[in-house]
């Protein structure tokens, strides 16, 4: 019953911004701390950035921090990840997740969207 569904992936220019958003249905939003992931061909699954249900913590991947900011609107059940700065190595599909607990760890999370593709082109 649980259902993400992630929107705003795209084709868009080095340097260039995105804000992807995965609105989530099936669930009690707001005791759910929410994730990103991402995968390319060839690589595996990596976290992005998480956030706890109350927003007051967040995590995120080192090769992403200060270029993008995970946020959520617990009161439109939808989790944002703000992208800035972006580069070529940041293409990938992106994975909306929920979970009890912030965590880097896939396994951490419960329920998974179907993801949105993010290109960067230089």
């Known amino acids: 019953q649980v259902k993400l569904v992630e929107s705003g992936g795209g084709s868009v220019q080095a340097g260039g911004s995105l804000r992807l958003s995965c609105a989530a249905s099936?669930?009690?939003?707001?005791?759910?701390?929410m994730g990103w992931f991402r995968q390319s061909p060839g690589k595996e699954c990596e976290f992005v950035a998480a956030?706890?249900?109350?927003?007051?913590?967040?995590l995120y991947v080192d090769s992403v921090k200060g270029r993008f900011t995970i946020s959520r609107d617990n009161a439109k059940n939808t989790v944002y990840l703000q992208m800035n700065s972006l580069k070529s190595e940041d293409t990938a599909a992106y994975f909306c997740?929920?979970?009890?607990?912030?965590?880097?760890?896939?396994?951490?999370?419960?329920?998974w969207g179907q993801g949105t593709q993010v290109t960067v082109s230089s």
């Open positions: 997740t929920g979970g009890r607990i912030v965590a880097k760890e896939s396994r951490a999370w419960n329920y």
């Open positions: 099936g669930l009690t939003f707001n005791s759910q701390s």
């Open positions: 956030i706890s249900w109350s927003g007051i913590t967040t």
